[in-house]
């Protein structure tokens, strides 16, 4: 059987299962100041302002207490 290496995320309370081929990185928010741009959150990342996604919301979701930690920089969704 064909094994697929995944990234395990909580959003909306529900466990979710990212394929590592989609993952290009990760890397520890803590250390991280988030900017207040309008009604966008973003950070500097290497030198770069990057807007922040939260990923219940791209997902249309509802808001979860732990959606705090869950960011795309990057991501596609089709509406429902």
Not at 15 to 23: E, H, S
Request: with cysteine; proline share 4%.
């Amino acid at each position: 059987a064909d094994r697929i290496h995944v990234l395990l995320i909580r959003a909306s309370g529900s466990l979710w299962a990212l394929p590592m081929g989609n993952v290009e990185e990760t890397f520890d928010m803590t250390e991280r100041r988030v900017h207040e741009v309008g009604r966008s959150r973003c950070i500097v990342f290497r030198g770069n302002v990057v807007e922040l996604h939260c990923l219940a919301d791209a997902l249309y979701l509802p808001a979860g207490e732990d959606d705090a930690n869950v960011f795309a920089f990057e991501f596609s969704v089709t509406a429902p």
